[in-house]
């Protein structure tokens, strides 16, 4: 069981904008601890989307945004493309869980 | 550039022990936040195992006491020793670092299969 809780799905058609939830708790997100974000394409390794809560690494586009308040994050996709079709992952730490680095339980996007 | 490329796995005995080895380039492992996850067939990713820069090391409770992460800065690359293998082990394994800010690179995985 995840220590942060994500919608296990969620839809949108092309052009349409799109928000996945990360929810946590106080010895976590609520802790202080930065989220990342990480795109799986189907039967390839995740890649880094978002880091440190709203950041974009090099190549990243600006359709794709972060935010976090309190005990939650939020990745927003704007202007969805067919290509956006992937697994979306949060990820943050915990000051309970050894070696604190913990993950969300993903979502499926499927575009319409 | 950076890369990460893993090996050592496949079909494996439960009770059986593997090693999985991740290759890095463009970087130094012994400089930087080193980890391994996990990901079950159908299932999320699972954070394995982590050895930071100082050497310090730390487990998921589910493989603590069964697997050891291990660096070798002469070859600039991470090991994962595995011991006494369960079905439930079964999982792409990739490794993954921290350079600028989450885990930014990741190798392609390599897959372990515990069945009999």
């Known amino acids: 069981q995840a220590v942060l809780t994500q919608p296990p799905s969620v839809s949108g058609a092309p052009g349409q904008r799109v928000t996945i939830s990360c929810t946590g708790s106080?010895?976590?997100?609520?802790?202080?601890?930065?989220v990342h974000w990480y795109q799986q394409i189907r039967g390839t390794a995740p890649q880094l989307l978002i880091y440190?809560?709203?950041n974009r690494p090099s190549g990243v586009p600006d359709r794709f945004s972060g935010s976090k308040s309190g005990t939650a994050a939020s990745l927003a996709i704007t202007g969805l493309q067919a290509e956006d079709e992937a697994d979306y992952y949060c990820?943050?730490?915990?000051?309970?869980?050894?070696?604190?680095?913990?993950f969300g339980g993903g979502t499926k996007l499927t575009v319409l | 550039e950076v890369q990460l490329v893993e090996s050592g796995g496949g079909l494996i005995q439960p009770g059986g022990s593997l090693r999985l080895s991740c290759a890095a380039s463009?970087?130094?492992?012994?400089?930087?936040?080193m980890t391994w996850v996990r990901q079950s067939p159908g299932k999320g990713l699972e954070w394995v195992s982590v050895?930071?820069?100082?050497?310090?090391?730390y487990y998921a409770d589910s493989v603590k006491g069964r697997f050891t992460v291990s660096r070798d800065n002469s070859k600039n690359t991470l090991s994962l020793q595995m011991y006494s293998l369960r079905a439930e082990d079964t999982a792409v394994y990739y490794c993954?670092?921290?350079?600028?800010?989450?885990?930014?690179?990741w190798g392609q995985g390599t897959m372990v299969t515990v069945s009999s």
């Open positions: 463009g970087f130094s492992v012994s400089n930087n936040y």
């Open positions: 050895i930071y820069s100082g050497g310090n090391t």
């Open positions: 993954a670092t921290d350079l600028k800010g989450g885990l930014d690179f």
């Open positions: 990820q943050s730490y915990d000051n309970s869980v050894t070696g604190s680095v913990i």
């Open positions: 106080s010895s976590n997100i609520g802790a202080g601890y930065d």
């Open positions: 440190r809560n709203n």
